[in-house]
């Protein structure tokens, strides 16, 4: 490369860095980002399809004793901020390109993650479960599905 290249070449990527540090940090703002770094349920609201779930937690058994995170996070803190993270990039490309269905399913790994705090929270009854009703497996949301939205069928 011609030594008066070099100039226009750093020029060029410090432009390019720069569009994409000012897009990416009207987007953060716009999405209201900082909201998904505190444990507020409004935060998932940012998003209108979710609405229901929203509703059906406001009139769900766990309304009073947890939040978005305490069933859909783990209680890590590197766990529950590389989740929060991984979720929210899922969730921006999927709205970015469109490519979601309107009703919200989950993945399997938050459905393991949701499944692992209902173990925690409910650990008593769970190991009288695993003890006598079911010795290998306990799925909670087999009985359990509309506990904490009360929107699912």
Request: proline fraction near 3%; glycine fraction near 8%; charge should be positive.
């Amino acid at each position: 490369m011609p030594k008066s290249a070099k100039p226009y070449l750093l020029i060029l990527t410090l432009v390019a860095l720069g569009i994409l540090t000012g897009l990416g940090g009207f987007t953060f703002f716009y999405a209201q980002g900082t909201s998904y770094l505190l444990d507020d349920p409004k935060a998932c609201m940012n998003c209108h399809v979710m609405r229901d779930q929203y509703d059906g937690w406001n009139r769900s058994s766990h309304h009073a004793v947890a939040t978005c995170n305490s069933c859909h996070t783990p209680k890590d803190i590197i766990g529950k901020y590389t989740t929060k993270a991984l979720n929210g990039w899922n969730h921006s490309a999927a709205f970015t390109t469109g490519n979601f269905d309107e009703t919200i399913r989950i993945h399997n790994f938050n459905a393991q993650i949701a499944h692992d705090n209902c173990v925690r929270c409910h650990k008593d009854v769970v190991s009288m479960m695993k003890t006598y009703a079911y010795p290998d497996e306990v799925n909670c949301v087999r009985c359990h599905g509309n506990v904490g939205h009360r929107s699912r069928m």
